[in-house]
């Protein structure tokens, strides 16, 4: 696919964030963690001899550590693309004070829109189902908020939270909290378009054909291995002040030449290479 003339090809990104923007759940058979950025990064080196990717998402932060540990890092590597995914975990949180979510974004994307080419915000996914519904009124805040900043910083706004496809039960892992590698590919699909460029796949918010519904009993035996597995943990970590990212570096900490799409499944530097605690 040819790169459109209106947008040159971009030299380097910087992805910050939390496990969206890690990539959980789209693992690897080495045990690490691919994901939408990596992804995006494969494209972009396509397209850029001498590319550089950086990625210092960690799971579990909520937007007061990304702007503590994230955003001044980020700003520094002057990189053409920087792409910003966080609050999302603030508004799970049984208390959340929305003013400082917003206050806290509003301070990332300050400081982040004047240190490079094109900043990218995004409307998360949503995934179909109760936790969305008792969540929804915080996230729709948090997406309001980001259509402020992009509109008043001139950031790009991918809205995958609209997006008929990522709303798919079927796109999201078994911890119900993060996408599928398919999941994934549509989101990087999702900031490629929004960046100017025809998609590879234009039917990315398309949801997957339908298929038959898992019988009753095989419904309830996922629910409690997600109890067990996923539920259970989390509000442990929870009750006990807690993040599954503690004490784990960034997945990509320094902006290095990013190898390509042949090899970017690999090991990248900086990664834990293990699955969630």
């Known amino acids: 696919m040819q790169t459109n003339a209106t947008n040159p090809p971009y030299s380097s990104l910087v992805a910050v964030g939390d496990s969206f923007t890690e990539g959980m759940s789209d693992l690897l058979p080495d045990g690490s963690y691919r994901g939408w950025a990596d992804l995006l990064a494969a494209r972009m080196a396509e397209r850029s001899p001498g590319f550089r990717y950086a990625n210092l998402a ?50 990332a994307v300050e400081r982040l829109a004047p240190s490079c080419r094109q900043l990218v915000l995004m409307r998360s996914p949503g995934r179909q189902g109760p936790v969305l519904e008792r969540f929804r009124p915080r996230m729709e805040e948090l997406y309001a908020c980001v259509d ?31 996408l599928t590698d398919e999941g994934h590919r549509r989101v990087a699909e999702a900031v490629w378009e929004a960046l100017g460029h025809e998609p590879e796949d234009p039917e990315w918010r398309t949801p997957p054909p339908a298929t038959v519904p898992p019988a009753w009993l095989t419904r309830r035996a996922a629910d409690a291995r ?39 499944g690999a090991q990248r530097p900086g990664s834990p290479g293990s699955r969630p605690s």
């Open 58 to 107: 960690v799971r579990g932060k909520l937007i007061g550590q990304i702007v503590d540990e994230q955003v001044e890092a980020a700003a520094a590597m002057r990189a053409d693309v920087v792409t910003l995914v966080g609050g999302l975990n603030d508004t799970l949180r049984p208390k959340c004070d929305m003013g400082r979510v917003r206050g806290l974004l509003t301070q």
């Open 148 to 178: 402020e900043l992009a509109e008043r910083h001139g950031a790009v706004v991918v809205d995958l939270y609209g997006a008929p496809s990522l709303a798919d039960p079927r796109l999201w892992g078994v911890d119900r909290l993060h």
């Open 226 to 264: 997600f109890a067990r597995e996923h539920l259970l943990p989390w509000i442990g970590r929870r009750l006990t002040g807690r993040s599954s990212g503690d004490g784990r570096p960034a997945k990509r900490p320094e902006l290095l030449p990013y190898p390509g799409p042949d090899t970017a």
